[in-house]
T-cell receptor, first 113, second 114 residues
Framework: ETGVTQSPTHLIKTRGQQVTLRCSSQ?????VSWYQQALGQGPQFIFQ???????GRGNFPPRFSGLQFPNYSSELNVNALELDDSALYLC????????????FGNGTRLTVT | QKEVEQDPGPLSVPEGAIVSLNCTYS??????FMWYRQYSRKGPELLMY????GNKEDGRFTAQVDKSSKYISLFIRDSQPSDSATYLC??????????????FGSGTQLTVLP
């Protein structure tokens, strides 16, 4: 067990809707990252938060946004959902910002119809 | 061209075989290398983490890094049906500042037949 839990496990939304995905990290893990994994592909970096501030972002549009809370939980919000947003969304955490490896949760499977 | 190339397979081997999984990369700034295993409907699970060129062994797993050739490998000895999963290589740019951005390969699907 990695100590990273994500909810919900599955979600179905309609194009144009908004969605919020949640992640709970281990106590003391100040860094949380979100990744998008399309079917048959490796995960793609969305963004990273450190101590509640975004400190890195991948090639994703602004309709992907996030929040990190003091209790080591975090959210990924996606507005104006598109069909291509259908994917597995993964949360990963670590205790610091250094190059130590990330440990992932089991993800939320989002389907946009 | 993708920064990290990984043969997607699928790869099917008999139980007990030695498995070799490989990735190549184009950016010499990658300095940290990882292998993750991902079972169906699960998140990636860290298997190996290396920094320098050379070999690192952990039980039945050996990770090999050749920075001069921009090539990394994962060897699995005495493969078991429970090793059947998708294997992902991942790398970190040392110059990515404060963000720890992993760049993944597309994954190799492995099946070990009993």
């Amino acid at each position: 067990e990695t100590g990273v839990t994500q909810s919900p496990t599955h979600l179905i939304k309609t194009r144009g809707q908004q969605v919020t995905l949640r992640c709970s990290s281990q106590s003391g893990h100040n860094t949380v990252s979100w990744y998008q994994q399309a079917l048959g592909q490796g995960p793609q970096f969305i963004f990273q938060y450190y101590r509640e501030e975004e400190n890195g972002r991948g090639n994703f549009p602004p309709r992907f946004s996030g929040l990190q809370f003091p209790n080591y939980s975090s959210e990924l919000n996606v507005n104006a959902l598109e069909l291509d947003d259908s994917a597995l969304y993964l949360c990963a955490s670590s205790p610091d910002r250094g190059p130590s490896p990330l440990h992932f949760g089991n993800g939320t499977r989002l389907t946009v119809t | 061209q993708k920064e990290v190339e990984q043969d997607p397979g699928p790869l099917s081997v008999p139980e007990g075989a030695i498995v070799s999984l490989n990735c190549t990369y184009s950016n010499s700034a990658f300095q940290y290398f990882m292998w993750y295993r991902q079972y169906s409907r699960k998140g990636p699970e860290l298997l190996m983490y290396t920094y320098s060129s050379g070999n690192k062994e952990d039980g039945r797993f050996t990770a090999q890094v050749d920075k001069s050739s921009k090539y990394i490998s994962l060897f699995i000895r005495d493969s078991q049906p429970s090793d059947s999963a998708t294997y992902l290589c991942a790398m970190i740019l040392i110059s990515s500042g404060s963000a720890r951005q992993l760049t993944f390969g597309s994954g190799t699907q492995l099946t070990v037949l009993p």
